[in-house]
């Protein structure tokens, strides 16, 4: 079984900066895209930032909310996912997933989530 864990989630003032980490581990294969996704207190999931295959900035998503403000990066060795938030802003809580998707067979993995609070 493929799994995701991520961590550096916590409680930050307006105008910080948070950065938070994906490793995956398990029978991974053929990894296709990586990203994050934010979901806060009775409100819908959403795609924040992800980063394509060969993890070059011109494959990349980001929701426009947090463009400019958000860098999400990859290491395919280690199967891992990276995303640097600055200038965080108190519209930014929620709790952030970690998601992996593979090809041939096309699957969608996802991690537990780690809460990330912005608040003075």
């Known amino acids: 079984q493929v799994q995701l864990v991520e961590s550096g989630g916590g409680l930050v003032q307006p105008g910080r900066s948070l950065k938070l980490s994906c490793a995956a581990s398990g029978n991974i294969f053929r990894t296709n895209t990586m990203g994050w996704y934010r979901q806060a207190p009775g409100k819908e999931r959403e795609l924040v930032a992800r980063i394509g295959s060969g993890g070059g900035s011109s494959t990349n998503y980001y929701a426009v909310s947090v463009k400019g403000r958000f860098t999400v990066s990859r290491d395919n060795i280690k199967n891992t996912v990276a995303l640097q938030m600055n200038i965080l802003k108190p519209e930014d809580t929620a709790v952030y997933y970690c998601?992996?998707?593979?090809?041939?067979?096309?699957?969608?993995?996802w991690g537990q989530g780690t809460q990330v609070t912005v608040s003075s």
């Open positions: 998601n992996l998707e593979t090809y041939l067979p096309r699957k969608s993995y």
